[in-house]
Structure formats: structure tokens, C-alpha cells
């Protein structure tokens, strides 16, 4: 079996390709920081000094990089290395339109590409859980499913080119939008003298019921797992949940979507992490609701 080369072993890539030691596969592993090279050695990792050493030979490319424009700026430099053949996948969560010119360069260049996005968390990327959302020729997903059934749980095809970014991007702005929705309904049960877990005795059998409330609760009591019991540490921290929701504004300006509450999202994450609680979980974007937080 050929070695599988990943480049960025951050807070995800480095568990996603420990998984894949795990499964049996020889990763050969690339980052610009020592600590991440470091752990990922400690994990059984193969770690080499520049990209083109990591794609040596390899049959597949994995990338888990902070933004499209990283993305696209390993992969022009790997397109220029790799064999027509090698497949490329991005697990990133980039900007549509640097998911779409990934994917050209992928085509110039002769290379099967896949854009997978995920969701889970660091905790998913440990536990080899993440959710993956693809997009991609059918036969090339077909092919590469093993490889993300060694990182995740749920590997769903999303579509044709860039149709994985476009289904995390729509899905974490209803998780954006729905988060401020529980915050508000909370923080108004407060102020009309309802408990916490009145609410959501009632709100997680009824027709409030979402993700948000029942497994993320964004206060402390009714979810005993959720980032509110432990001073909304994270998790998903508030400035991956603001980058998100800025993708999706970006992506519905292009493409002439009306979404008036993933805007007002985005402008409320902005304020949050103005505020400097961008490193909280998102949850915790209900104490700026509450007006605990900042001036009103
Ligand atoms: P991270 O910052 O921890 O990791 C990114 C890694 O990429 C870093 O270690 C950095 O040194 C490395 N890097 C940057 N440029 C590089 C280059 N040119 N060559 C080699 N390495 C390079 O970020 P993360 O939390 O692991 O997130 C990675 C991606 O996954 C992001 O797109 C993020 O939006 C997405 N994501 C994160 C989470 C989460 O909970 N952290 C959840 C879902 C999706």
C-alpha cells in the first residue's frame, strides 16, 4: 500500500492521521510548526521537512489546513510534484470559490479530487468519529471511502465538485442561527421566571426542539456533557463557529441567497468575538445575550 502523505496536523489533522496510522495505513506527515510534528511522531506518524518529501510516492494527498488560501497554496505547490493519478482531498473548511479552483488544478493536473469537509469537532477527529461531507466524481468517492471510514463515522457524498464545502457551510449556519435561537429563549424563560430545566423538559419534546438544545445545551444542568458545565471551554470555539458564518455570507452573496439570520449571525458572532470570547465554546455567546459580557 502506497504511503498516504498529510500536510497540516493541527488540532484535526493530527488525530485524522493518527487514525489512519491506526487503521493499518503509512502516513507520512508535513507541518510548518515543531509541536505539531512532534505529537504527531509520539502518534506513529512518518514526519518529513517540506511538502514535496511528504507527497513522495504517495498515492493519496490528504490536507486539513486553517484556510482556502493555504489550501490552494499547497496544492499548486503538490500539483507540480505528484503524478496525474494521485488522488487529492481536502478536509479543510474553505471559502467555495478556493473549493472550486482546488479543483480545477486538481483537473489540470490529472489528479482525482475530493473536497470533505467535516464536522465533530477535535473530539470526533480522536475518537475517529468526524462526519464527512464530500464532494466529488461518484467513482473517486467510491474508491477513497475506506480511507475516511478510518477518521469518521458518517461519510455522506454531497454531490459533484465543492458540493461537501457547500453542505457544511449551509449546515453550520443552521447550527450558528440555531445556537442564538436557544440563547434568546433561555435568557427570555430567565426573565419570565421559567427554570432551565423547565424549558427544556418542554423545548426537547416539543417543536423547539434542535441539536442545540439537546445534545449542546448552552447552559450549565440539563446536558450534563455539554461545554456550559465546564465555563464553556471548547468545543467548538466561537471563531471557527464566526469563520463559518462568514463563509456562508460569502457563498450566499455570490450565489444571491437571501439569509437574513445566518447575516445577523455572523454579526453577533463578530461582536462575541470582538468582545475576546472568540476562544469560548459558541455556546457561551448566550452570556453576551444575557448582556453579561460587553455594553448592550
Ligand atoms: P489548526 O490551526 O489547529 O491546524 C492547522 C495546521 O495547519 C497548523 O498546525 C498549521 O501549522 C498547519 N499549516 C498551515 N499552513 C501550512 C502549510 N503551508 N503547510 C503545512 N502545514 C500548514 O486548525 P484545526 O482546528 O486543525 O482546523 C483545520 C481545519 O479544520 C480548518 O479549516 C477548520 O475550519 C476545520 N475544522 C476545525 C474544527 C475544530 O473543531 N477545530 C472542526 C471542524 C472543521
Redesign the pocket.
Known sequence: MSPIAF????????PMAANLVKAGHNVRG????AA?LELARENGISTVAS?AEAVSGAGIVIT????GA?VL??WQELVAIVPSGTLLID????DMDSARKAHALAETHGCPALDA??????G??TAGTLTFMVGGDAAVFAGAKTVFEAMGKKIIHCGGASAGQAA?ICNNMILGISMIAVGEAFVLGEQLGLTHQALFDVASVSSGQCWSLTTYCPVPGPVPGSPANRDYE????AA?ML??LKLSQAAATDAGAMTPLGATAAALYQRFADEGFGGKDFSAIINMLRGETGTR
Open positions: 500536510i497540516g496536523l493541527g488540532h484535526m489533522g493530527g508535513f507541518d510548518l510548526t505539531s511538502v486539513m489546513l486553517p484556510a493555504h497554496s499547497v478536509c479543510s473548511t474553505i469537509p467535516v464536522s465533530g469537532g477535535t470526533g477527529a457544511k471548547p468545543g467548538f470555539a471557527l469563520k463559518d
